[in-house]
């Protein structure tokens, strides 16, 4: 699921389509240069999910890793 479509695959998360870290770092980068307009950096925590994947296994932490992406880009 690629819920950003249009992020070059090297800079994307196979799983959620989100940027990655070096995504995030020429992202950063270009925000910086004294003509960019205004940016927003948000930082989002999944609490608990090492216990759950824990206790139901990697594709049920998948499934909550992939249903948040989809919720926090809609």
Do not use: H, W
């Not at 995504?23 to 270009?30: H, P, Q, R, V």
């Not at 999944?46 to 296994?57: I, K, M, N, T």
Request: proline share 8%.
């Amino acid at each position: 699921m690629n819920v950003v479509p249009d992020i070059a695959p090297a800079r994307r998360d196979p799983l959620t389509g989100f940027g990655n870290y070096q995504k995030l770092i020429a992202d950063l980068t270009d925000a910086l240069e004294p003509e960019s307009p205004p940016a927003v950096l948000a930082v989002f925590a999944l609490v608990g999910l090492s216990d759950l994947r824990q206790a139901l296994g990697e594709r049920a932490g998948n499934r909550v890793i992939t249903y948040c992406a989809a919720r926090f880009a809609s």
